[in-house]
């Protein structure tokens, strides 16, 4: 599945990067705390409707193919 494929290289850049910025804010405060929890929001977010949209992406596309196949009606 090429979709499932995209949204995993989508959300793992997103994860890593959030990743680099939660150890940066630990270490050193590189944003204030409120904009930092926006960041997080954010983040969490679009991880989640990359994942979502791609699911039903996948969904979708293997229903068609299982009625062009003639599997279910």
Known sequence: MKVMK???IIS???FVLYAV???L???TEVVSWTVFVKL????????VVT???ALLYREYI??????DD???D
């Open 6 to 8: 995209i949204a995993s």
């Open 12 to 14: 793992g850049s997103v």
């Open 21 to 23: 910025l939660l150890l």
């Open 25 to 27: 804010q630990l270490w």
């Open 40 to 47: 997080t929001i954010t983040a969490g977010v679009l991880i």
């Open 51 to 53: 994942f979502g949209v």
């Open 62 to 67: 293997e229903e068609k193919h299982m009625k």
């Open 70 to 72: 003639h599997f279910i």
